[in-house]
Structure formats: C-alpha cells, structure tokens
C-alpha cells in the first residue's frame, strides 16, 4: 500500500503563485509515475501534470502548460508549482500514484490517491 498526503492549498488572488506538495508514504517504490489532478464542484476530475518515475519525462494539460510545473526532489515528495493562478484553477487537487512504466493522463489508471488540498483563486 502507499500513502499520499496533499498540502499547500490555500485561497489566494488571481495572478499568485502556490506550490502544492505530495509526501509519499508506505510500501514505496521509487518507480512509481506521479500525478496531480483537480476536480472543481460539479465537474469530472481531470489531469493536471504527470512525472515519470525517473523525473525524465513530465506532461501538463494544455489549459496549466507554462504555468504549471511538476517536480520530484525524491521518492517521496512530489511537487505542484502554479504561478499566474486564475479563478478557474480553482479545485480540490489531488495527488496520485501509478505503477505503469510510461507517463499517462487518464484518471482510472492511478493505482492511489490522496485525500486533497483545496485551491481556491478569488478574481
């Protein structure tokens, strides 16, 4: 089993920067792919940012692609920085964890998931 715990939500204004982080836990294994996702009140949850195990491959959804960046520093600890944040980033982010050798965005193929951090971005 692994363990992933979300912090550094907050409310911030539109255009502040935030930098969310994952602390990994339990049965780990270095070679686990890491994603972050969002899900806004009544919408389905979707892909953010993905890093490959080896942190030689990273992937962001267009609608975050030079705003946000996606970082491991190690094993354990997974990174979210969002700069120039808009109303429309706001959601419960979450991060997860997949076993797959190769990056992937969709939501059903993470094997464990956080609980969330909130974001909220006021205009």
């Known amino acids: 089993q692994v363990q992933l715990v979300e912090s550094g939500g907050a409310l911030v204004q539109a255009g502040d920067s935030l930098r969310l982080s994952c602390a990994v836990s339990?049965?780990?294994?270095?070679?686990?792919?890491m994603g972050w996702f969002r899900q806004a009140p009544g919408k389905e949850r979707e892909f953010v940012a993905a890093i490959r195990w080896s942190s030689d491959s990273t992937n962001h959804a267009d609608s975050v692609k030079g705003r946000f960046t996606i970082s491991r520093d190690n094993a354990n600890t997974v990174y979210l920085q969002m700069n120039s944040l808009k109303p429309e980033d706001s959601a419960v982010y979450y991060c997860?964890?997949?076993?797959?050798?190769?990056?992937?965005?969709?939501?059903?193929?993470?094997?464990?998931w956080g609980l969330g951090t909130q974001v909220t971005v006021s205009s």
């Open positions: 997860a964890a997949d076993r797959w050798p190769t990056l992937r965005i969709t939501r059903g193929a993470y094997d464990y």
């Open positions: 339990g049965r780990t294994s270095s070679r686990y792919n």
